[in-house]
C-alpha cells in the first residue's frame, strides 16, 4: 500500500508544486500550510481510505504480503492519481462552496484510489497469490516457480 500511495502523492506533490510555481500569492507563507494540507493531506486520506476499503472488500493480489508487485502499485498509484486530480479538478470547477471543494479533492480521490485497487487482480483461494495460476494441491506453482501461499492462513 505504501508503493501505492507514495506514487499516488508524486501526482499531487507536481500539482503542489505547479500551485506554488504559477500563483505565488495564492502560496503565500500564511497560506502554505493550508494549501499543503489541501493539496497532498486531504488526497492521500482520500486515497487511503479508498484503497483499504477495497482491500478489505476484493483483497487485491499486489496488495498481498506476500507478492512483490512493485511496478503495478507504483503504475497504478499514478494512474489512481493522475484520475482524482481530474475528478477533483472537474468537481472544484463547477462548485465555489469551499467546504463542497475539500469534500471533492478527499472524494474524488477515495473514489480514484479505490477504483484503481478494484482493477488489480484479486487473490482467489487455490490460485497463486503471485501469478493467479489455479493450483491443485501443489506446492510450487508450475506458472511462476514460487512456493506456494496458504490464502486462507496468510493475512491481507
Ligand atoms: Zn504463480
Keep these: 500500500m505504501l508503493r501505492f500511495l507514495s506514487s499516488f ?23 502554505r500550510w493550508s494549501m499543503v494540507v489541501t493539496l497532498l493531506g486531504l488526497p492521500v486520506l482520500g486515497a487511503l481510505t479508498g484503497g483499504a476499503v477495497v482491500t478489505r472488500l476484493r483483497c487485491p493480489r ?3 504480503p ?8 507504483v503504475l497504478s498509484g499514478l494512474a489512481a492519481g493522475l ?5 477533483t479538478g472537474g468537481v472544484v470547477l463547477v462548485t465555489s462552496d469551499g467546504v463542497g471543494q475539500l469534500l471533492a479533492v478527499a472524494g474524488g480521490s477515495a473514489v480514484a484510489a ?7 487482480p484479486r487473490v482467489r483461494p487455490g490460485a497463486c497469490v ?3 495460476y489455479e493450483l491443485v494441491d501443489l506446492a510450487r506453482c508450475p ?14
Design 9 to 31: 502523492a508524486l501526482v499531487w506533490i507536481i500539482l503542489l508544486m505547479v500551485a506554488q510555481a504559477t500563483s505565488p500569492y495564492v502560496m503565500a507563507a500564511s497560506s
Design 62 to 64: 499486489a496488495l498481498h
Design 66 to 73: 506476500c507478492v512483490d508487485a512493485t511496478p503495478h502499485l
Design 83 to 87: 484520475a482524482s486530480a481530474a475528478l
Design 114 to 120: 479505490g477504483g484503481a485497487a478494484w482493477l488489480l
Design 130 to 132: 503471485h501469478c493467479g
Design 143 to 156: 506458472e511462476c516457480g514460487r512456493l506456494s501461499v496458504d490464502v486462507e492462513r496468510s493475512s491481507i
